[in-house]
């Protein structure tokens, strides 16, 4: 025979219980959920199809993603961009291009896994990081990928364009 | 057993997913690679047990070195290491469950609660990251410890006790904090904690002081950054600010790392959820963990006093933790003197969720007997404290992922500034180039992607 009390105290736990309960059964679902549909949105993050895009979106990972699934750090990729290329296409460097859209992580990812710098436009990678002003990208760049040095770098032909200047195109 | 079965399948979900998230997580390039290159560099782990450095863990040096040396693979070795920090976690939540072992659905509701709160606090999750769980090694012996002496004394029981504190101590000198409390404990006449034990620990104390004294070299003033009120000091402007008279920059971070297990504020000696709201900028997960951990610190402080007043002539079990309690967090304040990191309450966490459990169960029996309209509110208040420290255990799941996240992100990023910098090291950058693999590795834990306002409840945006 359960007492009023013993009945006040057992709804108070019932209610703490299935509270608890009720969280941990959502764990459960979300994980099932992720066995089941991996690529669902709960757990798929952004991909892309070319490393321009994954380069110019900052995105490490999926940079990385696409030079494991066999793209290369060293060959051309055709970049485009309202400002950088004046809405031209043209081939690059991926290294070139993470320099030109000034984002550190993908230039220190190319560094690290794979990326030669060999080219005369990768060489003066760093003085196109110069030619944006961003002084951090290209301090980086001369000391880990061996760039040219601010002093030995080519005046840019357009220095509105500094990345159509590095690759040689001109209006 | 019965309410034991159903305790365990409510925690199981996270626990499990826990540890599998630990399991998968790329160990980091910063700290990790300089551990193993430590190890690697030795023939003998006799260095290991010289006294000389700040941060003394011969225990934990000598484990990872006799699994560096042994004649595995790397894969291998990688695993074993993951096992040494995977196993304490799962036999704290596994002991401090069989320790409570509920017989009623209140003392279900209790224990589920409390092992939620050890899930959930920042002590505990700052001591997940592998491969520098060294205070997650101890905690179980925490647990260990409290449940030998509350059984009758016995010779071996004893030396158990002595043993587990050795280990611990061993491990990182967190450990050191369990000495003032079995003392304590005999003093309170615990049952398993006779004075012989009591002696021997003091003897190991003091000895060991000692020896860290005797053979102190010259350490720096402050080992790392503090955190005071809202901004960080890097330790050149700490020294250069506090150097002369550093007792209160010492007390200000025991003091923080004391809240910070009471209230879950600051974090670091870092004020950031009053932060959040001078600027109004208020985080929904910093709210729940702020107000969860106010709730269950006024609820244990009415408990304990409670249980004090009750203990004049003889002390009860309820007495003695509450006392540990307080020793714990003296004890974690004390030891993190130099500089505050959630990490360092981890020891006090588990005194602190096993004062939960009585806390909550005492709170909700006292609601129980309440009027109606005060019964009511009580008793939703206490599905609220359930559901808030569940939220927080789940997202001590999140947190694990960021790590996991932020680590394989190293491994993209970090290697060509390391080739460089460590040129000189031909160990350090072998042991690296070997762990690329395993630190870019397909399908390592992410964040989940959960609605913003779901994700807000657990962690930062």
């Given at each position: 025979m359960t007492t009023p009390l013993e009945r006040r105290q057992q709804v108070v736990a019932l209610g703490m219980i299935a509270a608890m309960a009720t969280l941990a059964l959502a764990v459960v679902l979300v994980e099932v959920e992720r066995w089941h549909?991996?690529?669902s949105r709960l757990f798929a993050y952004p991909s892309y199809s070319s490393l321009a895009d994954a380069i110019a979106a900052d995105d490490v990972e999926a940079t990385y993603a696409l030079l494991r699934a066999g793209?290369?750090?060293n060959d051309a990729i055709v970049v485009r961009d309202p400002a950088l290329t004046r809405g031209r296409s043209v081939p690059v460097s991926p290294l070139v291009w993470a320099v030109a859209t000034q984002h550190r992580r993908p230039v220190l990812m190319l560094l690290a896994h794979g990326a030669r710098i060999e080219s005369d436009a990768d060489k003066a990678a760093s003085c196109l990081a110069d030619a944006v002003g961003n002084a951090e990208l290209a301090a980086l760049l001369r000391k880990y990928g061996n760039t040219l040095p601010r002093e030995k770098c080519p005046p840019p032909r357009d220095a509105a364009a500094p990345l159509l200047s590095l690759i040689g195109v001109t209006d | 057993m019965k309410w034991t079965a159903a305790v365990s399948l409510i925690i199981a979900p996270v626990l499990i997913v826990l540890l599998v998230t630990l399991w998968r997580t790329p160990y980091p390039v910063t700290e990790a690679v300089a551990l193993f290159e430590d190890v690697a560099?030795?023939?003998?782990?006799?260095?290991?047990?010289?006294?000389?450095?700040?941060?003394?863990r011969p225990l934990f040096h000598s484990t990872l070195w006799a699994i560096w040396h042994a004649n595995s693979s790397l894969d291998t070795k990688l695993a074993l290491v993951k096992v040494v920090h995977l196993a304490p976690i799962l036999l704290l939540v596994v002991v401090f469950v069989w320790y409570l072992r509920p017989q009623t659905m209140a003392a279900a509701a209790a224990t589920t609660l409390a092992t939620a709160v050890l899930i959930g606090s920042p002590g505990l999750r700052d001591n997940l990251e592998i491969p520098l769980s060294y205070t997650a090694m101890a905690m179980p012996i925490v647990v260990l410890v409290w449940m030998l002496v509350h059984q009758p004394a016995q010779r071996w029981r004893s030396a158990a006790i002595v043993t587990l504190v050795l280990i611990a101590v061993g491990f990182k000198?967190?450990?050191?904090?369990?000495i003032p409390v079995l003392v304590a404990a005999w003093w309170m006449r615990a049952p398993g904690a006779t004075r012989t034990t009591a002696w021997t620990l003091v003897a190991i104390g003091v000895a060991y002081v000692a020896m860290r004294l005797l053979w102190r070299?010259?350490?720096?003033?402050?080992?790392q950054s503090l955190g005071l009120g809202f901004s960080i000091v890097e330790t050149p402007d700490a020294t250069a600010q506090f150097g002369a008279f550093p007792y209160f920059i010492f007390a200000y971070n025991s003091a923080s790392t004391i809240a910070n297990v009471l209230f879950?504020?600051?974090?670091s000696g870092l004020f950031y959820t009053l932060r959040d709201i001078v600027y109004n900028q208020i985080q929904a997960w910093r709210i729940i963990n702020l107000l969860s951990s106010i709730v269950l610190t006024a609820a244990i402080v009415w408990w304990g006093v409670s249980s004090l007043r009750g203990a004049r002539d003889q002390w009860t079990t309820d007495a003695r933790l509450f006392v540990a309690l307080a020793i714990a967090l003296l004890g974690c304040g004390a030891l993190s003197f130099d500089y505050s990191r959630d990490r360092l309450g981890g020891m006090a966490v588990v005194f602190y969720a096993l004062a939960a459990y009585h806390a909550v169960y005492a709170v909700a029996a006292r609601v129980a007997m309440a009027p109606r309209r005060l019964y009511v509110s009580g008793a939703a208040a206490l599905v609220m404290l359930a559901a808030a420290w569940e939220i927080r255990a789940i997202g001590t799941i999140e947190w694990t992922r960021r790590f996991a996240h932020r680590n394989e992100i190293e491994w993209l990023v970090e290697l060509a500034p390391r080739r460089s910098e460590f040129a000189d090291r031909r160990v350090y950058l072998d042991i690296m180039e070997r762990m690329i693999a395993q630190g870019t590795r397909p399908g390592s834990p992410k964040p989940t992607r959960y609605p913003q306002w779901v994700a807000r409840t657990m962690v930062p945006e």
């Open positions: 549909q991996p690529l793209a290369s750090a | 560099r030795v023939s003998s782990p006799a260095r290991f047990w010289v006294p000389e450095t700040s941060y003394y000198e967190q450990g050191l904090i369990l070299g010259k350490w720096p003033l402050f080992e879950s504020e600051p974090t």
